[in-house]
């Protein structure tokens, strides 16, 4: 098995801007990323790839812990002939 095939890449690098972003109720703030740059630079060509991100929505889940004993297991079937 040989190693990774050489695509020509010379430098990866990206950037994240991050925005505040509030709540409906306007209580509660989050940083949360607004925007993706990467740079791909190749041995003949650059590439830029810009995501923008948005319309974040918030929400909750709740979740409840119930721990109980192990269930006793009947012994293993008996064959029927």
Known sequence: MGGLPDI?????AFTVDYELVGTPSGNLGFWLPDRVVSYW???AHRIILVHTLADFQLFAVETE?????????AGPPTPQN
Do not use: C, S, V
Not at 65 to 73: A, D, F, L, V, Y
């Open 65 to 73: 812990e119930k721990i109980q004993e192990p269930k006793k297991e």
């Open 41 to 43: 630079n190749f041995d």
């Open 8 to 12: 020509g890449l010379d430098e990866l």
